[in-house]
């Protein structure tokens, strides 16, 4: 059995219409540069809010694990 290495990385997505789709938009753009994405752990979740209290963007704060490459 061979040994593996991971790397964990900390993301935050962000979404004007849910938290779901906050999460898959750090992901997808971390499997534009990244290799072997192996999993995400949703950490935490936040909204930003304006001025008057209204719901400006969803967001998702992910670590995400890939295979660490020599």
Known sequence: MSESVYKVI???????????????AAIERAGKTLRDLRVAEIVKLDLQLDAKGKIEAYRAKLNVSFKFED
């Open 10 to 24: 900390e993301l935050v997505g962000t979404s004007k219409e849910s938290w779901e789709k906050a999460a898959a």
